[in-house]
């Protein structure tokens, strides 16, 4: 049988049935939804650092940032010459001339990739592997990203580790388009990180969009945020799995995850389908408030 769609309210792109919500990011209705799971993966996923560092230390992370080349590269646009007589900024509306922008922002997240994998290498022939906990691109105002990788900073290998590979950054990034790399060490407790960075990605601050207006903008990178593999494994907190607490939720009436009814891991026992999660209702009762 073919499927059934129809039309998102908000949208307009089709929805397959039996689903009721549009699930891209890019809609103006979901997007906020998934903000707030990007901003609960975040949460969840670096406690799970935090709770795993040894007893006798203290979790830390330490934080950068690599931008975008300056106007030498990426050209103001003269729409605001109506302005007058200004310093370009972001914050006044200036922008990056479209053109420049949208073909830098398109190669962004490849180069980023590029000039990381080679970061990494030349750590890891230094017999440093630096624990990349989470990275994030943003989009400023002026119209270009700029991405936030987060490190692990807790022992004394894993801070050895991310100072050299701050350093590889900072002296790669020009080969790679790349901009300033922030070689200041911004070192915080994991959770502090999270937050820091939920508080942009929800709210928007200072130079940055908020996460629900740039997650729309069209030259956002596929994958936005990303969280080691290491630490979902540990968590259970994925994306998939934020969707089907919310799916059960909207079933039962009752998160599976309050109270410590279900853990993330046991989520994968119920079926994603709408008939199978009311089958297991059925069949265990109990936890079913």
């Known amino acids: 049988m073919r499927p059934r769609y129809r039309a998102c309210a ?4 089709p929805i397959p049935e039996p689903l009721t919500r549009c699930r891209r990011r890019t ?6 939804l998934w903000a707030g799971d990007q901003r609960r993966k975040l949460f969840v996923n670096l406690d799970e650092y935090a709770a795993g560092a040894p007893v006798d230390r203290r979790a830390a992370v330490l934080m ?17 010459a109506v302005l007058g007589d200004h310093k370009h ?35 890891a022939r230094a017999d440093r592997k630096p624990f990349m906990l989470t990275r994030a691109w943003e ?3 002026r119209g270009v990203l700029h991405v936030h990788p987060v490190l692990g900073f807790t022992t ?13 950054l900072a002296e790669l990034a020009p080969d790679y388009g790349f901009g300033f790399v922030e070689r200041k060490e911004r070192v915080m407790a994991a959770r502090a990180a999270a937050a820091y960075l939920s508080a942009y990605f929800v709210t928007g601050s200072k130079r940055k969009a908020s996460l629900e207006q740039s997650v729309m903008h069209r030259d956002m990178p596929r994958s936005i945020v990303h969280v080691s593999t290491r630490l979902t ?36 026992r119920f079926q994603t389908s709408d008939s199978g999660v009311k089958r297991r209702r059925q069949e265990e009762p109990v936890a079913a408030p």
């Not at 809609?27 to 906020?32: D, E, I, N, V």
């Not at 080349?69 to 103001?76: E, H, K, S, T, V």
């Not at 006044?92 to 830098?104: I, K, Q, S």
């Not at 004394?156 to 590979?165: D, K, V």
Request: positive net charge.
């Open 10 to 13: 908000t949208c307009r792109r």
């Open 27 to 32: 809609c103006p209705s979901y997007a906020g």
């Open 64 to 80: 950068t940032a690599v931008t975008a080349p300056g106007a030498d590269q990426l050209p103001w646009s003269t729409d605001c």
């Open 89 to 123: 900024s972001g914050l006044l509306g200036c922008r990056v001339e479209a053109a420049a922008a949208r073909e830098w922002n398109l190669s962004a997240p490849a180069r980023w990739r590029a000039l990381h994998r080679r970061a990494y290498t030349l750590c």
């Open 139 to 141: 989009m400023q105002h």
């Open 156 to 168: 004394a290998a894993e801070r050895l580790s991310a100072r050299l590979y701050l350093a590889h």
């Open 233 to 268: 494994i540990r968590s259970g907190c994925t994306m998939r799995r934020l969707r089907l607490a919310r799916f059960i939720y909207h079933q039962w009436g009752h998160h599976p995850l309050k109270d410590g009814c279900y853990t993330w891991h046991e989520l994968d």
